[in-house]
């Protein structure tokens, strides 16, 4: 079956621009979660949902950042005025409701703002 | 505040020895552990994990020991093998009972290498 998907797979920006990740879950994986993954550092958590919710946005870093997810599936990260520290490898992942920690990663977007 | 550590950044191995990972951790709220595995360009991959209820869990040639009241965790892969090469991240998650939502807090992963 198909697994997590995510596009671009790689996005080269300006400082200043604007970008849109995108994700693609497993059919019928209710949660969806963002991770970030800067250079020599652990997984970031950064936005959860469940269904079209997002009951937990903690992880992000600033009113810059923003998700959102329709029809229970595609999900969508933007980061506007995007900066240099922002160049990261941007990860999705989904799980099934019963079983959230076991979560089935994409392979990434990398970004990198020049 | 880095909640879950791995303090070795990389392990080399012979293939067929045993490669010992390690993981600490800070936040006593933390009651289940997970190992992922990520190879290159890819996403991490679920590999293991142990409630805090148990203090050893084995599938195959992976075993993970939890030691709770010294915050430490590690992954036992015996014997090596060349396509266990990968970054291992350890993962931490406040599960208390079933009602984690699966927000895993991570560590910066070790990088293992096994030889032929």
């Known amino acids: 079956g198909a697994g997590v998907s995510q596009s671009p797979s790689n996005k080269v920006t300006e400082k200043g621009k604007d970008v849109e990740l995108r994700c693609d879950p497993i059919s019928g994986h209710t949660a969806l979660y963002w991770y970030r993954q800067s250079l020599g550092q652990g997984l970031e958590f950064l936005i959860y949902f469940q269904g079209n919710s997002a009951p937990d946005k903690s992880g992000l870093p600033s009113d810059r950042f923003s998700a959102e997810r329709t029809g229970g599936s595609v999900s969508t990260l933007t980061i506007q005025r995007t900066q240099q520290e922002d160049s990261a490898v941007y990860l999705c992942a989904s799980s099934l409701r019963h079983n959230p920690d076991t979560q089935y990663f994409g392979p990434g977007t990398r970004l990198t703002v020049l | 505040d880095q909640q879950v550590k791995q303090n070795s950044p990389s392990l080399s191995v012979q293939e067929g020895r045993i490669s010992i990972l390690n993981c600490d951790y800070t936040n006593s709220m933390f009651d289940y552990f997970l190992w992922y595995k990520k190879y290159p360009a890819e996403g991490p991959t679920f590999l293991i994990s142990?409630?805090?209820?148990?203090d050893k869990n084995e599938d195959g040639r992976f075993t993970v020991f939890l030691n709770k009241s010294a915050k430490h965790l590690s992954l036992h892969i015996v014997p090596s093998q060349p396509g266990d090469s990968a970054v291992y991240f350890c993962a931490a998650s406040v599960n208390a009972g079933g009602t984690s939502y699966g927000k895993l807090t991570f560590g910066q992963g070790t990088i293992l290498t096994v030889h032929p």
């Open positions: 142990i409630s805090s209820i148990k």
